[in-house]
C-alpha cells in the first residue's frame, strides 16, 4: 500500500531533483538557508560530506515547510589525495582542479542526511571512484568556457560535457551526480518504510 508520507528534498540542486525524477520518486523541494562552514584543517574529505549533509538537516528540521515529512539532505566533495575540491572559485581554481584530475583516479563522496521531525534520523557516505583520462590545456580551456564547472564540485559534472573526461567509474553513478539514489531508497525502505515501487503504482 501506498504510504502518505512526503518526501522534502532540502537541496535546489536541479541534479538531485533530476536524480530522484528518473527513479520516479515523488517529492517536494524546499529551500534551506544554511551557511557551510569550510572543512577544518585535515579533515577527511568523506567525513565532511557527512558533517555537511546532517548540518543541512538541522537546519532542514526548523523549516515550517518541511514539516511531515521525511527530509533529505546531501553533500557532495570531489577529493584527491586526501584534498577537498568544492566549487571552484573562478576560473584559475577551475583550471587548478582539472590539471590535477586529469590522467588520475580521484574520489566522489556524497553525504546523505535523512529524518523525520520527531521521528528517526539516518546518514550515511557514498564514495565512488572516478578516473579521467589526461586532460590538455585545451580541452580543460574549452571545458571552462562552456560554464559548466562553476556550480560543480571538483569543477566538472560528469552527466553533460566532461563525461567524455571519464574512462572508469567504480562504485554508484549516480553518487557522482550528486545523490546516491539507491542507498536514499534503501533507507526510506527500511528505517522510513517508504517503499519506492509504491510511487510506481500509485495513479
Avoid at 94 to 108: I, K, P, T
Wanted: aromatic fraction near 6%.
Amino acid at each position: 500500500m501506498y504510504m502518505s508520507k512526503r518526501i522534502i528534498l532540502a537541496s535546489m540542486s536541479p541534479r538531485r531533483a533530476a536524480l530522484l525524477n528518473q527513479a520516479g520518486i515523488k517529492y517536494e523541494t524546499v529551500k534551506v538557508d544554511h551557511e557551510e562552514q569550510p572543512p577544518a584543517a585535515g579533515e577527511p574529505p568523506a567525513e565532511y560530506a557527512l558533517k555537511a549533509a546532517e548540518e543541512k538537516l538541522k537546519a532542514a528540521m526548523s523549516n515550517g515547510n518541511a514539516a511531515d515529512g521525511v527530509i533529505i539532505c546531501a553533500d557532495t566533495v570531489v577529493a584527491l589525495d586526501g584534498e577537498i575540491f568544492g566549487k571552484p572559485a573562478d576560473v584559475a581554481d577551475a583550471q587548478r582542479m582539472l590539471r590535477a584530475l586529469g590522467g588520475r583516479e580521484h574520489q566522489v563522496h556524497t553525504g546523505v542526511a535523512m529524518g523525520e521531525r520527531g521521528g528517526p534520523e539516518t546518514s550515511f557516505v557514498e564514495t565512488t571512484e572516478v578516473r579521467f583520462i589526461p586532460l590538455t590545456d585545451d580541452m580543460i580551456d574549452a571545458y571552462i568556457g562552456s560554464g559548466e564547472p562553476f556550480d560543480k564540485a571538483g569543477a566538472y559534472g560528469i552527466q553533460e560535457r566532461a563525461s567524455v573526461f571519464v574512462s572508469g567509474v567504480s562504485g554508484c553513478y549516480a553518487n557522482v551526480v550528486g545523490l546516491p539514489v539507491s542507498g536514499v531508497a534503501r533507507r526510506l525502505r527500511e528505517i522510513f518504510n517508504i517503499n519506492i515501487d509504491d510511487f510506481w503504482r500509485r495513479p
